[in-house]
Nanobody, 118 residues
Framework: QVRVVESGGGLVQAGGSLRLSCEAFGSSSKINVMGWYRQAPGKERELVAVKASTGVTQYADSVKGRFTIVREKGENMVTLQMNGLKPEDTAVYYC????????????WGQGTQVTVSS
């Protein structure tokens, strides 16, 4: 049983910064992708930033240059440093670990609220 635990989030003024952290416990996946998604009220869940165990990183266009995902090689821990926050970044942020080898798995955290006031 994989457990994904998030921390961080909160309320910040526009232009401010926040850091989210996430760690996955109990995963035996050797090839995987770990990162962050978010869901704003009335909208679909969207990718924010992910980093594969191979080192490949992907960011949403809306956060490029403002957010940075950090993941040490071989670790199932990620942090998301969010700078220059905007009101449109307000959402529940979810950590995700998707395993691809030796078998497929999809594991989510409980979500953490990020609110950016204007």
């Amino acid at each position: 049983q994989v457990r994904v635990v998030e921390s961080g989030g909160g309320l910040v003024q526009a232009g401010g910064s926040l850091r989210l952290s996430c760690e996955a416990f109990g995963s035996s996946s050797k090839i995987n992708v770990m990162g962050w998604y978010r869901q704003a009220p009335g909208k679909e869940r969207e990718l924010v930033a992910v980093k594969a165990s191979t080192g490949v990183t992907q960011y949403a266009d809306s956060v490029k240059g403002r957010f940075t995902i950090v993941r040490e090689k071989g670790e199932n821990m990620v942090t998301l440093q969010m700078n220059g926050l905007k009101p449109e970044d307000t959402a529940v942020y979810y950590c995700n670990l998707q395993g691809y080898y030796p078998s497929y798995s999809d594991n989510w955290g409980q979500g953490t609220q990020v609110t950016v006031s204007s």
